[in-house]
């Protein structure tokens, strides 16, 4: 997998095809499902993709991004620093709200504000900011506490609320879960973008209908959106069938060989940008659950070399995935800024002997036993691969006790804890995708870097591995401007990370969406799935 | 008779507060909640500062106790899936969950019953032979099987109704209902089936022995004798002796009807109770588990209750031996 067949596939995404069912002239309907519902109609309530790509059908952000998830102006049609710790944005002149006020720069500052206030999801994009403020009615400016280079990129997932609508219907806040009053904005919405919320009704379905009034030409041709949560999948697909849906979000990996035979149903897929890996307790001078005392088997370089190139991702690929993955061996994905892709090459499979050389080598001569957590419902068949990785592992002598469990239990189990004291476990998978910057320096600062108290470095590296020379490099490409220097910088630390096996990436899962024929529309890499880009033919 | 209410009433609460216990307990081992409600990227400390706010650390008597103290007032707490009030959630999708469950009821009735009587007539005709062999796969498919064929043949090959859904539904007062729009009335047809199938068969095959028993006693003998009309002795003599069984089954039934519409409410995604209760597992959102499960206690109470009530109406012997009458067979 490379750029170019990313790129394509982006591209190819927006498949068009005849088959026109004589729709009426001018109102075209779009009806599509997924298996959850959005969780709120608040654009801050939960730091989650499905609730973001959503809401941002209704509400615009400062900038958005494209096809390529690549930025591009939406409300504000110029930024950037004037120095290296102030951000300026230039506001899109007459943009008008659903209700007809215009947009204005003090709906920018209290937007930000409270995606940064409590109730708020949304807080840790704004980690870097000192103050906020409004410099005439179209700029407004923001003042960091350091360098941050990647300020818009985190904000392009920041949308814009009007600031009267929200007073006026005592939502300034985000609701706040741990308050027992709710809040008009979970239920109603007030934005400026594509479209406009018509009618919600949580669990069972969310009516939009196309704003006229859009500042933005419109690349769609819908004039009301119908969705509707369907929990079964079986349920899901046979109504995508039957044509009482038009798209589904999330097709089972099961049924995507019959959806492809029906001649009315067309199946997108791609590599979404979360990469699945497995990661070792690198920290505890001795494993929790291991017949190996007094020392552990995973500060080893070796060992980590063995277990890695003994690991063979195609297999994976072939057998438990289906062919729906696309394997790596960097902890970020194509279309992710900083991905390497010169470095992007699997060292060699290892026969078993000469793993089984390695680990005597390191003093393993009759291998070993550890635990491993996994969990079962969080990702694509992800405990049928920790299954495929403890047979492949006992091939080469160590022998692996799997524990699989629900994502609530898992999670609570094997993540570092409020204290950042280690994660209960020895081996474990996990997948990670840079959702809010699309950049790699959020990959090393959250999983690669030393966890640390103080700075907050390393708090989902459970592992807890650690390298003093990568954590440098870390940091200076946080607050470095100068693209050239900031990449050799990524190259240098991607290199570290992969020399010394830190960790074991194996894939990127596929996003798979269907859709019927006569419905054209772009899936993104991120999974995002913006309506702004349907056309129903 | 009012001492038998009193009694049955306390009862009642007593087997409330066994569920809410066994309810509060189960679920301080679901998981983690935190982690389904923030993002991937949320501090170890702002998940530190909800599980504090939440109350999650406090002692567990103590969390029992905030938990029964604010039931009793109505007060579910905010769900963690989607910042609404447990309370309005759970009365929202009620309408949807109530008519679906009340159209199975009739379904399975309105059939079954009939059904049963016709079998238990006519054990040997051919057509009897059959209902048997049917209500066999009634018994035996589960429900969600049952669901997916159905789709699978009304509306994916013959497109004659919805696959999933409620149609079209009308507002009256807090009320949504099915019953005044042709969508919505064809929306139903489906999972009622669905649903109501497994009652029907049970019903059917207990009218039949019912009937068998009944038909062989002395009293339909002298009927006869008496030269009354097939009609009457059917209906009058024979069915209504079958009824205090029947109606312990349906009533029982029904409870299990709306509480176990959760199958056919995810298959059909139907927005009822149902489907807002696994919905809810799946996100670890105690509050509405909790609501839900104490909301199905309190229901079954209910219809044991209505169901001891109209045995005194079926059953003349009972309202002879007076109040303190205890039923026995459920």
Redesign the interface.
Known sequence: MNFSFRHSLALTAVMCAGLSMAPAADAKTFKW?NS??V??M?PY????TFLLTFTQNIYDPLIRRDKDLKLEPALATKWGQTDPTTWFFDLRPGVKFHDGTPFTADDVVFSLNRANGPGS?M??NFVSVKEIKKVGDQRVEVTTKYPDPLLADKWAAIVMMSKAWAEKNNAVNS?????????FA??NAMGTGPFMLKER?????TILVNNPNWWDKPLHNITEVIF?????P???I??L????IDMTYEVPPADTETLKKDANVKVLEGPETRVVFLGFDQERPELLESNVKGKNPFKDKKVREAIHRSIDVDAIKRTVMRGQSFPTTLMVAPGINGYMKDLDKRPALLKPEEAKKMLADAGYPNGFETGMDCPN?RYVNDEKICQAVVAMLAKIGVKVNLRAQ????Y??KI??????KPGETSFYMLG??P??TYDVH?VFE?LIQTPNGAT?KG??NAGGYSNPALDKLADAMEQETDKAKRDAMIKEATKLYVDDFAYIPLHQQAVVWAARKNIELVQLADNSFPLRFVQVK | MLAFILRRILQSIAVLLAVGVVAFSLFRYVGDPINAMVGQDTTMEERAELRTKLGLNDPAPIQFLNFIGNAMQGKFGLSYRTSEPVGRLILERVPATLELSLCAAIFALFVGVPMGVYTGLYPRHWSSRLFQAVSLIGISLPTFLIGILLILVFAVWLRLLPSFGRGETVQIGWWTTNFLTWSGLKALILPSITLGLFQLTLLMRLVRSEMLEVMRTEYIKFARARGLTNRAIYFGHALKNTLVPVITVTGLQLGALIAFAIVTETVFAWPGVGQLFIQSVQFSDIPVMAAYLLLIGLLFVLINLTVDLLYFVVDPRLRSQGGAARVAGH
Do not use: C, H, I, Y
Request: glycine share 6%; hydrophobic share 30%.
């Open positions: 499902a959850g519902d969780s709120s608040d309530a939960r730091q989650e999801n807080g840790s609701a706040d879960m741990t308050k027992n009053e709710e809040n979970t239920r009704k949580a669990g069972e379905k509707t949560p369907v929990a079964n079986a349920t899901r046979a109504a069938k039957a044509g009482d419902d629900t994502r609530n239990l999670f609570a993540l570092r804890k409020a204290d950042l990670w995708s959702a809010q959020n959250a907050k708090q989902f």
